[in-house]
């Protein structure tokens, strides 16, 4: 018989119940109307129905969190802490403010942050838990020419045209004249502000040029020193009055001025206004002959691509690395088209391999402000059936995900058969993924 609780925090005096029990643990029917209700506002898809769907989740969760506490199997929790400061930041600026997320949530934004950090701490535990479970899966060579040898034609997948690209890129230097016009603009939003002329967050939303958080009042929400630049987080963690302003500070994404919000042990939330100097057409023009000249050099083989880069390049990313970029989804160094910048799309889409481009003016997607660059295509491989040659590695993570679908598939199954379980009558009639629930 279900178990039947008055919980004071449902609305209008809902009755919650409990409606599974996986060994010593509940789950509740508000657990799953919870689920149901985040998935359909993050614009999930529930491939059933939901009522069957979350329960069964729910419960192979908790068989791989019980695993976790036998195997001391933990999360850091500055990283939780980080992940559900980004959620929150998400939400807030999806629904418009603290407020309404309070409003649509119907919770205090520190009920949110508490189950949220529940939430964020389960999924990293299951998800260090499932790669213990699974760590020892490693095919050999010949395992992965059998997986591939063993594929029908028609399952070997269509691998897309990929590219290797290497950059040469640097700043059109920016006037004195303009650095020192920013300086001033920042030192007028701090006078404003030091004699209340003028609020913090309403300068930011008009003004920054951080376009995220400018729609937040220039707020970053909480955050630790390592997830800010250097010189940033110097002068911000040694902000100590919220009704300061800091000093002018200068990080390769612009000039800064920055308020302490709040303090929490080794995280910060603060505010900031960030401007940029202007680049003139004249920079721009001098920067593209410059380039055009060292690209000159490079064709007619005075100068190797890599020495140009070690020579010229500013991009810290990528200059000690011959000017091969890398993929930040992959690690690897393929690309395909849609993964890179549009203005390098656009220059190699029609070059041969060892081809130079034009020099062009761009926006770097890190900093956010234009740079001038030179690409050269390393590396061009058309659309094709993948190959052990060219898509080794791809295969070789086929079998591996293969193989570590197959190995947590048996392992719940062989868990369900040592767990206790009870499902409530009603929440019975359902075509599970895992059949031996009601063993």
């Given at each position: ?7 004071g ?19 509740l ?22 009522y ?5 989740q ?11 506490e ?20 998400y ?29 964020v701490r ?5 998800q260090q838990?499932?790669s213990k479970l ?44 303009e650095?020192?016009?920013i ?18 967050a ?6 920054s ?16 020193r ?5 010189e ?9 009055d919220?009704?300061?302003v ?8 612009g000039?800064h ?5 709040e ?7 603060c ?10 057409a ?22 190797q ?17 011959a000017?091969?970029m ?12 849609q993964?890179?910048?549009p ?7 029609n070059?041969?391999e060892g ?11 890190q ?18 059936r ?22 947590i ?6 868990k369900?058969?040592?767990?206790y ?19």
């Open positions: 018989m279900a178990l039947l609780l008055s919980l925090s449902m609305a209008q005096g809902v009755i919650d119940e409990v409606i599974w029990v996986i060994g010593d643990e509940a789950i029917r508000s657990e799953v109307e919870e689920e149901r209700l985040r998935a359909q506002y993050e614009g999930q898809q529930i491939k059933g129905d939901p069957c769907v979350i329960p069964e729910l419960a192979v969760q908790k068989l791989f969190l019980h695993q976790a036998i195997d001391s199997v933990t999360a850091n929790e500055s990283s939780v802490s980080h992940q559900v400061d980004m959620r929150i930041n939400y807030i600026n999806q629904i418009g403010s603290k407020e309404k997320m309070e409003e649509y949530f119907r919770k205090t934004s520190s009920d949110i942050r508490e189950e949220m950090m529940t939430t389960n999924q990293m535990i299951i838990m499932q699974t760590e020892n899966i490693k095919p050999t060579p010949s395992d992965i020419r059998r997986f591939y040898n063993s594929l029908p034609a028609d399952s070997i997948p269509l691998m897309p045209a990929q590219v290797e690209v290497q950059i040469l890129s640097f700043e059109p230097p920016v006037p004195i004249e650095t020192e016009r300086k001033q603009r920042l030192r007028e939003f701090t006078e404003r502000v030091q004699n209340g002329s003028a609020d913090f309403m300068l930011a939303r008009l003004y040029e951080d376009t995220e958080s400018a729609k937040r009042g220039g707020e970053l929400g909480f955050v630790g390592g997830q800010l630049v250097t940033f987080a110097d002068v911000a963690f040694n902000l100590n919220p009704k300061r800091s000093r002018i500070v200068q990080t390769e994404y000039y001025i920055i308020q302490l919000i303090k929490k042990g080794e995280r910060i939330n505010r900031h206004i960030l401007l940029r100097p202007r680049i003139s004249n920079d721009k023009i001098r920067a593209i002959e410059r380039l055009d000249s060292i690209a000159q050099l490079i064709r007619n083989d005075s100068l691509f890599e020495q140009a880069v070690i020579i010229y390049s500013q991009d810290k990313n990528t200059v000690m690395n000017g091969l890398i993929n930040a989804n992959s690690g690897s160094s393929r690309f395909e088209y993964d890179l910048a203005e390098i799309a656009k220059q190699i889409y070059m041969q081809d130079i481009s034009q020099p062009f003016v761009m926006m770097d997607p900093k956010n402000k234009e740079v001038c660059a030179i690409v050269r295509l390393k590396k061009k491989t058309d659309i094709h993948a190959n052990l040659t060219d898509d080794f590695q791809a295969i070789k993570t086929m079998l591996e995900d293969k193989l570590s679908r197959e190995f598939h048996n392992w719940i199954l062989k369900q058969k040592e767990t379980v009870q499902i409530a009558p009603e929440w019975r009639g359902c075509d599970f993924e895992y059949p031996n629930w009601l063993h």
